[in-house]
C-alpha cells in the first residue's frame, strides 16, 4: 500500500530526515503514560554498573518479567528515548519491564552493548523473585538495534544454558549486519535504504565484533537450526518501507521453519520506527496493544 500520508507530509517537511533520522521529542513527564512505580538503579558487571530503569505495573505481584533494549543503531538510544514505549507496554500489559542502558559505540565497542544486555538479563533471571516475578516468566524485547540485541541474547542463553526465556519481541530488529544495499539479497534495502528515516550503512559496523563463531550473536540469522529450534516464543514486527523489512521476514522464516512458536505482524504503509515516530496513529497503538497481548498470552 502507499506510505501513510501523514509520514509523506513530514518528510516532504523535514527532507534530511530521510537519512538523518527523525528527532522525538519525549511529552513531559505528566504527559506519559502512568504506571505504579519507577525505579533507576545499576546491575553490578563487575567492571562497571549498568544502568536499568524498572517499570512496575497497577496489578498484584507476580509479575511476567520483560528485559527491554532500546534502538538507536547501537550509538544513540537510552532509557529516556524509549521511556514512553516500556511505559506503554508496562501499563498495558501488566508485565514489570526492566529497561537496560547498554554501553555505545563509539566509546564503548562491541561487544560492550552485547555483554551488558546478557548480564541484565541474567541478573534478571536469578533475582526474579526479587523483582516480584518468576524466573520461568521472563522475556527480552527491543526495537531495531534493540531487537538484534535481544534475539542474540536468547541464542546465547541456548549455547550457554545460563537460563531459559520464556519469549522474545523483535520490534523492526537488525537481523543481518551484512552491509550491502546494492545487490542485497533483501531487496527492501535496495528499495528503501536512506529514503524513510534509516540509513543502515551508518549504524550496523558499530555491532561488528569477535570472530567467526560469534557470528550467530552478531547476524542471528546466521545462527544454525539446532539453536534456532531451542528459541522461545516470538513476535516480530516489520514495516513495509524499512530497509530491514526483508531480513527480519526471513529471520521469521528461519525461526517457523525450526519449529519455533512465531507469529509476524508486517505494518503496510509504514516505516522502521513507527511505533516511536507517530504517536496517535492507528499503527502506533496498534503495535503496542499487539505487543502486549502477546506478552501476556499462554505459551
Known amino acids: 500500500m502507499p506510505?501513510?500520508?501523514?509520514?509523506?507530509?513530514?518528510?516532504?517537511?523535514?527532507?534530511?530526515?530521510?537519512?538523518?533520522?527523525?528527532?522525538?521529542?519525549?511529552?513531559?513527564?505528566?504527559?506519559?503514560?502512568?504506571?505504579?512505580n519507577i525505579e533507576d538503579?545499576?546491575?553490578?558487571?563487575?567492571t562497571h554498573q549498568i544502568p536499568i530503569r524498572i517499570y512496575t505495573?497497577?496489578?498484584?505481584?507476580?509479575?511476567?518479567?520483560?528485559?527491554?533494549?532500546?534502538?538507536?543503531?547501537?550509538?544513540?538510544?537510552?532509557?529516556?528515548?524509549?521511556?514512553?514505549?516500556?511505559?506503554?507496554i508496562c501499563s498495558?500489559?501488566?508485565?514489570?519491564?526492566?529497561?537496560?542502558?547498554?554501553?555505545?559505540?563509539?566509546?564503548?565497542?562491541?561487544?560492550?552493548?552485547?555483554?551488558?544486555?546478557?548480564?541484565?538479563?541474567?541478573?534478571?533471571?536469578?533475582?526474579?523473585?526479587?523483582?516480584?516475578?518468576?524466573?520461568?516468566?521472563?522475556s527480552v524485547g527491543g526495537s531495531s538495534a534493540g531487537g538484534n540485541l535481544a534475539t542474540c541474547v536468547a541464542l546465547k542463553s541456548i549455547k550457554t544454558g545460563d537460563f531459559n526465556l520464556a519469549k522474545q519481541v523483535l520490534h523492526y530488529p537488525a537481523t543481518d549486519?551484512?552491509?550491502?544495499?546494492?545487490?542485497?539479497?533483501?531487496?527492501?534495502?535496495?528499495?528503501?535504504?536512506?529514503?524513510?528515516?534509516?540509513?543502515?550503512t551508518q549504524s550496523q559496523t558499530h555491532l561488528k565484533h569477535g570472530k567467526q563463531e560469534n557470528s550467530p550473536f552478531i547476524s542471528p540469522i546466521e545462527a544454525t537450526s539446532d539453536?534456532?529450534?531451542?528459541?522461545?516464543d516470538t513476535l516480530i514486527f516489520t514495516a513495509e518501507y524499512d530497509p530491514l523489512c526483508d531480513e527480519g521476514e526471513a529471520y521469521a522464516e528461519k525461526l517457523k521453519e525450526a519449529g519455533v512458536n512465531v507469529r509476524l505482524v508486517r505494518f503496510d504503509g509504514d516505516?522502521?520506527?513507527?511505533?516511536?515516530?507517530?504517536?496517535?496513529?492507528?499503527?502506533?497503538?496498534r503495535g503496542y496493544?499487539?505487543?502486549?497481548?502477546?506478552?501476556?498470552?499462554?505459551?
Open 3 to 36: 506510505l501513510h500520508h501523514y509520514i509523506e507530509q513530514y518528510f516532504q517537511k523535514y527532507p534530511d530526515a530521510r537519512w538523518k533520522g527523525i528527532d522525538v521529542d519525549n511529552p513531559p513527564l505528566e504527559k506519559r503514560p502512568k504506571v505504579l
Open 41 to 46: 538503579m545499576t546491575v553490578n558487571a563487575g
Open 57 to 88: 505495573p497497577e496489578e498484584s505481584a507476580p509479575y511476567p518479567l520483560h528485559v527491554f533494549f532500546h534502538g538507536g543503531s547501537y550509538i544513540n538510544g537510552s532509557l529516556e528515548s524509549h521511556d514512553v514505549s516500556c511505559r506503554l
Open 92 to 138: 498495558l500489559s501488566g508485565v514489570k519491564v526492566i529497561a537496560v542502558d547498554y554501553r555505545k559505540a563509539p566509546e564503548h565497542p562491541a561487544p560492550a552493548a552485547f555483554q551488558d544486555c546478557y548480564t541484565v538479563t541474567k541478573w534478571v533471571v536469578d533475582n526474579a523473585e526479587q523483582l516480584g516475578g518468576n524466573q520461568h516468566n521472563v
Open 177 to 200: 549486519l551484512d552491509e550491502k544495499i546494492k545487490g542485497s539479497e533483501y531487496q527492501s534495502r535496495d528499495l528503501y535504504n536512506a529514503k524513510y528515516g534509516v540509513d543502515i
Open 227 to 232: 539453536m534456532l529450534e531451542k528459541m522461545p
Open 271 to 285: 516505516i522502521h520506527g513507527f511505533m516511536q515516530y507517530f504517536p496517535g496513529s492507528p499503527d502506533y497503538m
Open 289 to 299: 496493544d499487539i505487543t502486549s497481548e502477546f506478552l501476556i498470552g499462554e505459551q
